[in-house]
């Protein structure tokens, strides 16, 4: 079954705080992870932060979000990540 309406994305997770930043929250409502739109020598791109450790720059929000989702997600998996990737 094909299903042409709106779909569910990470994007609707991430709280905006102060202009250009967005956290997650984790499974205890913690704040899990953050996303900052920087301004670089390539143009603008978004840092992306797991508990600390950058997990890399994205140039989309929805890039962002989903990379920090799937982190979020991957760290409550055994095995350390999705289907144990």
Same mark, same amino acid.
């Given at each position: 079954? *094909?299903?042409?309406?709106?779909r569910? *994305?990470p994007?609707?997770?991430?709280?905006?705080?102060?202009?250009?930043?967005?956290?997650?929250?984790?499974? $205890?409502?913690?704040?899990?992870? &953050?996303?900052?739109?920087?301004?670089?020598?390539?143009?603008? $791109?978004?840092?992306v932060?797991?508990?600390?450790?950058?997990?890399?720059?994205? %140039?989309?929000?929805?890039?962002?979000?989903?990379?920090?989702?799937? &982190?979020? %997600?991957?760290?409550?998996?055994?095995?350390?990540? %999705?289907?144990?990737?």
């Amino acid at each position: 079954m *094909h299903d042409d309406g709106p779909r569910w *994305h990470p994007q609707l997770l991430a709280r905006e705080g102060p202009p250009a930043h967005w956290v997650m929250l984790g499974p $205890r409502n913690e704040q899990a992870g &953050a996303i900052d739109l920087r301004r670089t020598d390539d143009g603008p $791109r978004y840092r992306v932060e797991h508990r600390g450790e950058l997990l890399g720059w994205a %140039i989309s929000l929805k890039v962002a979000t989903e990379r920090l989702h799937r &982190a979020i %997600i991957s760290e409550s998996v055994p095995g350390g990540g %999705i289907n144990g990737r």
